[in-house]
């Protein structure tokens, strides 16, 4: 299994642009995360979903869009990209049904630069 | 409010000497807390967790509801445990969500 998976590693943008980063699991987790990671702010929630279909917001939705339309990807928009988004960004997943555990698996991340 | 506070941005400690990380915590009903890694290079990933009681890497962590607090420990640090901790509680064990605190970096010199 390849776990959680990012793409891109990297990512450049000026500001008002958009784009969107990828995140996708082979774990069939029905929950999926996605946090942004800031210097003494520790992780903060922007979006979540619970199954395809199912999202909902976080601690800091505002700028990101988000949709589940299978269980394995979860893409995360940013709609016009503000320097106030330079941050590192991880997906995480977790929970299958049968196996009940709710340890959540982190992806590599994506670190962001808005110019 | 919901929310997870780790006071300590940095703790450096000698190869050797105990490490205690503080995680304190609030929340109005039973919290499932945890503690996740993030070594050099390496992804977050999951150090331990309450329910469980138990310890992993020499690491153990004692959930005192009294005191809502959640510490690290650790009797005699060694250098590979030097990593960024953050200690975390899901709100609801149905949604996947975790609330993080902010992070503390141990740093353990030889």
């Known amino acids: 299994n390849a776990g959680v998976t990012q793409t891109p590693k990297f990512q450049v943008l000026k500001t008002g642009q958009s784009m969107t980063l990828q995140c996708a699991q082979d774990?069939?987790?029905?929950?999926m995360s996605w946090y942004r990671q800031d210097p003494g702010m520790g992780l903060r929630l922007i979006h979540y979903s619970v199954g395809a279909g199912i999202t909902d917001q976080g601690e800091v939705p505002n700028g990101y869009n988000v949709s589940r339309s299978t269980t394995e990807d979860f893409p995360l928009r940013l709609l016009s990209a503000a320097p106030s988004q330079t941050s590192v960004y991880f997906c995480?997943?977790?929970?299958?049904?049968?196996?009940?555990?709710?340890?959540?698996?982190f992806g590599p991340g994506t670190r962001l630069t808005v110019t | 409010a919901q929310r997870v506070t780790q006071p300590e941005k940095l703790l450096s400690v000698f190869k050797g000497a105990p490490v205690e990380l503080k995680c304190n915590y609030s929340y109005s009903g039973s919290p499932e807390l945890f503690w996740y890694v993030q070594y050099s290079r390496q992804r977050l990933q999951l150090l331990l967790r309450h329910i469980s009681r138990e310890s992993i890497k020499g690491f153990t962590a004692d959930l005192n509801k009294g005191e809502t607090s959640f510490h690290l420990k650790k009797p005699f640090a060694q250098e590979e445990d030097s990593a960024m901790y953050y200690c975390?509680?899901?709100?609801?064990?149905?949604?996947?969500?975790?609330?993080f605190g902010q992070g503390t970096t141990l740093q353990v010199k030889p």
């Open positions: 774990m069939n987790h029905e929950y």
């Open positions: 975390a509680l899901s709100p609801s064990s149905n949604t996947g969500k975790l609330i």
């Open positions: 995480a997943s977790s929970y299958s049904k049968g196996v009940p555990t709710y340890e959540q698996y």
